[in-house]
């Protein structure tokens, strides 16, 4: 996984929990709603990301690479 994509899926995150805050803050229900997805979204990105890993290290493991 490149670490562009995972430095962008970390910033949506953090996007994510801003509105969320921003949105509790100001008493806004549906900015609020739209930051917990967009910070779910972005959590389902991340968990991706690592499974990529993860799959690239068991297959590095197997073909000997480090």
Do not use: W
């Not at 962008?8 to 609020?32: C, D």
């Not at 997805?37 to 890993?53: M, R, S, V, Y």
């Amino acid at each position: 996984m490149g670490l562009g994509d995972k430095a962008k899926h970390a910033a949506e995150e953090l996007a994510g929990k801003a509105k969320q805050g921003i949105g509790k803050a100001t008493g806004n229900e549906e900015l609020e709603a739209e930051g917990r997805a967009e910070e779910a979204k972005a959590d389902l990105k991340q968990a991706g990301d690592k499974a990529k890993d993860a799959g690239n290290d068991v297959k590095d493991a197997f073909t000997g690479r480090d």
